[in-house]
């Protein structure tokens, strides 16, 4: 199967049925008229809960690469998009050498913002911020997860970068044990890693944006917060389930505490996302088991950081300037 992009329509060529080339576009098209027309398709089209489990996921897996592309692809259309929302605007953001972090650090950049990124990993945060376009950057190698480290990189960006508009709190992770086997070192380091983190950042630059009696605040929580099957089933989330239920709880009342400061703050909760970390896993977890993302989650697909990206744009953006204390779920209708 290939898949190429003429005239800015993606065409699908090669070694395809019918029915992934109809699936795909349920996802693509968006207006009233086409959504009726695909209402009306006989039921032969859609995804029949009545056939044989596996070979209804079968067919599904064939068309899941290809969706994604669908709807993530041609670049040249989504440029066109571009807004400049963040002109002269100054955004932070943690975790941004790799995976979500770095997606949302192209797409503020994209949008015009001058950045400030935090890492630990300082190659790969020196390559991510090579590959952006030329808005004024900083990058700074930091624990998010220490305190004085924390201070002293906000002292450093307000020293660059004179204020700060917006902080994106992505960093996070986890040390995945079953709950009966979990020590309680994994425990605390997956809630430091989430909630300390998020905690202390947020603390740094609400202290300045209250000076100024602005800014947004987006936090990075899951779809784990609710629990995730897969993750449950193969590896146990608990602590990482609680992190991310932490970061909800933590943005609904910080959002309370800072409205009075024109501070919104705001979380995500993406579902399961392609990244060079998870990329692998989820790739083995659907060949091998039932408990796979491609399988439970109902658009059928895995996310690509772009979305998430998006997503936190928005609501970083004056477009989202009455909504606070709000845990926005990206999770493909999980
Ligand atoms: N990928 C997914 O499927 C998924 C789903 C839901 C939520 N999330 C959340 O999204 C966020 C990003 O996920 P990802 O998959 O891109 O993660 P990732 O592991 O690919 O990237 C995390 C980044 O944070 C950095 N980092 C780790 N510890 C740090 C610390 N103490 N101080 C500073 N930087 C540190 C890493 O070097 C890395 O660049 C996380 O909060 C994660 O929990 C991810």
């Known amino acids: 199967m290939r898949n190429s992009v003429q005239g800015g329509e993606t065409a699908v060529t090669g070694e395809t049925t019918r029915e992934p080339d109809l699936f795909a576009s349920a996802i693509r098209f968006r207006s009233r008229a086409e959504r009726a027309l695909i209402e009306a398709l006989p039921s032969r089209y859609a995804i029949d809960d009545q056939r044989p489990r596996n070979n209804a996921f079968a067919e599904v897996e064939r068309s899941r690469r290809k969706v994604a592309t669908l709807a993530t692809a041609n670049p040249s259309k989504r440029e066109a998009h571009r807004m400049d929302r963040m002109r002269d605007k100054v955004v932070v953001v943690t975790g941004a050498a790799h995976g979500i972090g770095a997606a949302i650090a192209r797409r503020f950049a994209d949008e015009g913002a001058a950045l400030a990124l935090l890492d630990l990993d300082a190659t790969r945060l020196a390559q991510t911020a090579d590959q952006l376009p030329g808005s004024p950057l900083l990058t700074l190698v930091s624990d998010v997860t220490e305190e004085a480290?924390?201070?002293?990189?906000?002292?450093?960006?307000?020293?660059?970068?004179?204020?700060?508009?917006?902080?994106v709190n992505n960093v996070g992770g986890s040390r995945n044990q079953k709950l009966w086997e979990m020590t309680a070192d994994a425990w605390d380091f997956t809630i430091r890693l989430n909630l300390r983190s998020a905690f202390l950042c947020t603390r740094a630059a609400a202290r300045l944006m209250m000076h100024r009696g602005s800014g947004a605040i987006v936090c990075m929580s899951s779809g784990a917060r609710e629990g995730t099957p897969w993750t449950a089933h193969h590896a146990g989330g608990a602590a990482?389930?609680?992190?991310?239920?932490?970061?909800?709880?933590?943005?609904?009342?910080?959002?309370?505490?800072?409205?009075?400061?024109?501070?919104?703050?705001?979380?995500?909760?993406?579902?399961?996302?392609?990244?060079?970390?998870?990329?692998?896993?989820?790739?083995e977890l659907c060949e091998t088991s039932d408990y796979s993302p491609h399988r439970l989650v109902p658009m059928r697909r895995?996310?690509?950081p772009r979305e998430i990206a998006d997503a936190v744009l928005y609501l970083a953006s004056q477009e989202a300037s009455y909504i606070t204390g709000t845990t926005l779920s990206i999770a493909g209708a999980r």
């Open 149 to 167: 480290a924390v201070d002293d990189a906000f002292v450093q960006i307000v020293a660059a970068h004179k204020r700060i508009d917006v902080l």
């Open 240 to 283: 990482y389930s609680a992190a991310k239920a932490g970061i909800h709880g933590f943005i609904c009342d910080a959002a309370i505490e800072l409205a009075e400061h024109g501070i919104r703050i705001n979380a995500v909760a993406p579902g399961p996302i392609e990244t060079e970390r998870t990329a692998k896993m989820f790739e």
């Open 302 to 304: 895995i996310g690509q």
